[in-house]
């Protein structure tokens, strides 16, 4: 089941940046309720309080008794912790979406899916796990709420897979989802593909140079008239 905690909120007039700033110095952060009879509800919640309930939570599904304090009085309202935003720089929280349920009501919402243990198949045959659907669609009350699925892996082999009829569900928790939906499956190793060496290529043949035959010496013309 999600975990459910108590967390103290004021309810607020002013709203716009300039409000949330002067909030963030006083340690608070600025939050909206919506959702349910009463409608949505500007608040504002302690920063240290809220930052140790998503530090303790496994999954996405956080289910929060809101004690509101408004004009004196204080009312209870339970709701899921819908959005956080962050700071893109620091990280930090500065604005938390609650939506506003109904115990008696089913709830419409997401669960994320882990898988436990060591495939068969990776760990003998060094197979590869991989993990096709990350979260699943489910409907059930919020006290049936789980924060996360976990999904055994550790039987798969080469080839194995599982679906989502493959999932066990806590009682109370149901799902739409396509039954064939591939969750989980282990594919074979990866084969390096072995590059064969480029072949050895012979020297490039050089161009034959003929060289032009030299003119032998023509005989030397004798001078006068040749001695008897």
């Given at each position: 089941m999600a975990k459910q905690v108590k967390l103290s909120a004021r309810a607020r007039t002013q709203i716009g940046g300039t409000v949330a700033n002067k909030l963030k110095s006083q340690g608070l952060i600025p939050a909206v309720i919506y959702g349910g009879?009463?409608?949505?509800?500007?608040?504002?919640?302690?920063?240290?309080?809220?930052?140790?309930?998503?530090?303790?939570?496994?999954?996405?599904?956080?289910?929060?008794?809101?004690?509101?304090?408004?004009?004196?009085?204080?009312?209870?309202?339970?709701?899921?912790?819908?959005?956080?935003?962050?700071?893109?720089?620091?990280?930090?929280?500065?604005?938390?979406?609650?939506?506003?349920?109904?115990?008696?009501?089913?709830?419409?919402?997401?669960?994320?899916?882990?898988?436990?243990?060591?495939?068969?198949?990776?760990?003998?045959?060094?197979?590869?796990?991989?993990?096709?659907?990350?979260?699943?669609?489910?409907?059930?009350?919020?006290?049936?709420?789980?924060?996360?699925?976990?999904?055994?892996?550790?039987?798969?082999?080469?080839?194995?897979s599982i679906h989502v009829r493959d999932i066990p569900l806590p009682a109370g928790v149901k799902t739409s989802e396509d039954a064939d939906l591939t969750v989980f499956l282990v594919a074979a190793p990866a084969v390096a593909e072995v590059v064969a060496p480029p072949a050895a290529t012979a020297p490039a043949a050089q161009p034959e140079v003929i060289k032009e035959k030299k003119e032998e010496p023509a005989a030397e013309k004798k001078t006068g008239s040749e001695k008897k």
């Open positions: 009879k009463e409608g949505s509800l500007p608040l504002q919640v302690g920063a240290r309080d809220i930052n140790n309930v998503l530090a303790h939570a496994l999954g996405e599904n956080i289910l929060v008794e809101l004690e509101i304090e408004n004009a004196g009085k204080v009312t209870n309202r339970m709701a899921l912790i819908q959005e956080v935003q962050h700071a893109t720089l620091t990280g930090g929280v500065v604005h938390v979406d609650f939506h506003a349920v109904n115990m008696d009501e089913d709830l419409h919402t997401t669960v994320p899916l882990e898988p436990r243990g060591e495939p068969a198949g990776v760990k003998s045959a060094g197979g590869i796990l991989e993990q096709m659907l990350r979260a699943l669609e489910i409907q059930c009350l919020p006290k049936d709420l789980p924060e996360v699925l976990y999904i055994d892996v550790s039987g798969l082999n080469i080839g194995d």
